[in-house]
């Protein structure tokens, strides 16, 4: 007990990052790949937000949840990506303890929340194919925003789950995170106790979390597959593209978590990879995956920028530059 209040009171202040490379020439280049990455990411998925809030003819629970997918999504991405985009022109990358702290719970609280909505969504979308008269009924707006709602609460009791366990745990040396931000397997290894045992049932349980919802996700998509069979052929090929979409979008997210978190304590490069992919590659893909294969959102999307461009245009007759 003594040397856990010893370990408490000298414990470290700071963390020092390793990020993706110690190559000059590597961060210049992942500067430039990650910024163009992050900015089109945010935009993307901004055009897409104000998009739906917009557009009267989007006002449909599906897109509604699209909407907070997206808000989620550039939620997801800012955590820790605009640090790592500054830290290239930092020769000693350091986050503070209580900056570490911040990054496991906001991470946990958006992925959290991810997974809740993209089983929401796939509920949406079940009931849409499955019981389409019953529709109107069963998901309306109040559903929707419980829905919402209720991803957000689940989040936020899994990162408190996470970080109940992970404040308490003592931390004096050493102090390096191989990585680009804190992550709770890269953090519950520098503790200064042997928490080997409880530190994989607290981590795999997320992954556990993760992997039965996929497979819940999965299930679901195979019964709306089998069921868009007995639909007409101009139906089906509608339903059958936004289906797909989804499930691309749960491919992309679920599978590195589910690989990361189910075995956790590995020092494998390929970790390193997988949580840039879907800490930065997924928010990116989320808005091109949904506009290339929904017409509605493409069509609507277009028409704004075209709106914009023409006030921009008038703006600039009315008004030229001197």
């Known amino acids: 007990m003594e040397q ?32 163009i990455f992050y900015l089109m990411t945010m935009l993307g998925n901004c055009l897409i937000l104000l998009t739906v809030l917009s557009t009267p003819q989007l006002h449909s629970p599906m897109y509604f949840l699209l909407s907070n997918l997206s808000l989620i999504d550039m939620c997801l991405s800012s955590f820790a990506t605009p640090k790592m985009i500054t830290d290239f022109f930092t020769q000693r990358k350091t986050i503070s303890f209580e900056g570490c702290i911040s990054q496991i719970f906001l991470l946990h609280l958006f992925t959290g929340t991810e997974i809740v909505l993209l089983i929401s969504m796939s509920f949406d979308r079940y009931i849409a194919i499955c019981k389409p008269l019953h529709y109107s009924t069963i998901i309306s707006h109040r559903v929707c925003v419980g829905l919402v709602v209720t991803s957000w609460t689940v989040g ?31 953090v519950i290894q520098l503790a200064c106790i042997d928490v080997y045992v409880l530190g994989i049932f607290m981590i795999s349980s997320s992954g556990v979390i993760a992997l039965i919802s996929f497979l819940l996700l999965l299930t679901s998509y195979i019964i709306v597959l089998v069921t ?92 030229p530059v001197q």
């Not at 993706?20 to 992942?30: A, G, I, K």
């Open 156 to 186: 936020f009791l899994h990162t408190m789950s996470q970080l109940a366990f992970t404040l308490y745990l003592p931390f004096c040396g050493p102090n390096v995170i191989d990585s680009f931000f804190c992550d709770l397997p890269l």
């Open 228 to 319: 868009i069979k007995d639909h007409s052929s101009t139906g089906s090929s509608k339903a059958f593209s936004t289906c797909t979409a989804h499930f691309i979008v749960v491919l992309l997210f679920f599978g590195p978590c589910i690989f990361i978190y189910v075995w956790p304590f590995t020092n494998f490069l390929v970790d390193k990879v997988l949580s840039v992919f879907y800490t930065i590659f997924t928010p990116f893909l989320n808005p091109l995956i949904y506009t290339l294969r929904n017409q509605e959102v493409k069509t609507a999307v277009m028409k704004k920028l075209s709106n914009q461009y023409l006030n921009l245009r008038m703006t600039t007759l009315r008004y």
């Open 4 to 35: 856990f209040n010893h370990s408490r009171v000298s414990r470290v202040s700071e963390f020092v990052l390793l990020g993706l490379t110690d190559s000059p020439e590597l961060q210049s280049f992942f500067f430039v790949m990650f910024s």
